[in-house]
């Protein structure tokens, strides 16, 4: 099997050892387990402060967080679409137009910032929190997301990454924001009802 990257990109890591490409994989991956680790920290010893954020319109912050997190959601998922389509694994796709890789980076920086009012709520107002289950998995999820993306990020930045490693990578950031979703927007859609608008 060959390895993944971009079409219009060199392939990354291929003079390197097997054991330094290695070490580089595993680096991208403790700096974003560092940083998942210190947001999590940070939302358990950080006394929350129950207040509200910004609802950019909504009657309250519930709702914005659901379809803010539903809007990140479906920009990652595109994003992941496109990257198959980029890299010919689309089935049925064909080539890749020009403009998809600006599309691709577009999407990608969009859905960050979708994401950025949700984290600042849920860190500051809320905390991490272990109520429940539910409420468990997604304080890790949520923490998880931006060491994701740090490890994406840097994979993507990386000469020395092998060309497996931001396929990997992506595709664990998709997971991880899907599982986000699915522990808050569709919670609130099916619980608590309604649209929220």
């Known amino acids: 099997m ?15 050892a097997p054991s330094q490409r290695g070490a580089t994989v595993v680096t991208a991956a403790g700096v974003g387990a560092a940083i998942a680790l210190s947001l999590g920290v940070y939302g358990r010893v950080h006394s929350p402060t129950g207040q509200a954020v910004v609802d950019f319109g909504f009657g309250t912050v519930l ?3 659901a379809w803010l997190t539903t809007l990140a959601a479906s920009l990652g998922l595109a994003q992941g679409l496109s990257a198959l389509w980029l890299w010919g694994r689309l089935p049925g796709a064909g080539t890749a137009p020009d403009w998809l890789a600006t599309g691709h980076r577009w999407l990608g920086t969009l859905t960050f910032f979708s994401t ?20 468990l998995v997604h304080s890790v999820l949520g923490c998880a997301f931006y060491g994701a993306l740090a490890t994406k990020l840097l994979a993507l930045r990386s000469e020395r990454m092998p060309g ?4 990997l990578f992506g595709g664990a950031l998709v997971s991880v924001l899907t599982g986000l979703w699915l522990t808050s927007s569709l919670w609130f859609f099916t619980t608590v009802g309604g649209s929220g608008l």
């Open 2 to 16: 060959t390895a993944l990257t971009h079409p219009t990109e060199p392939s990354t890591g291929s003079s390197l």
């Open 63 to 65: 709702p914005m967080k």
């Open 116 to 135: 950025l009012p949700v984290a600042y709520h849920c860190l500051w107002s809320l905390g991490f929190q272990d109520t429940s289950p539910r409420v």
């Open 164 to 167: 497996w490693a931001l396929p």
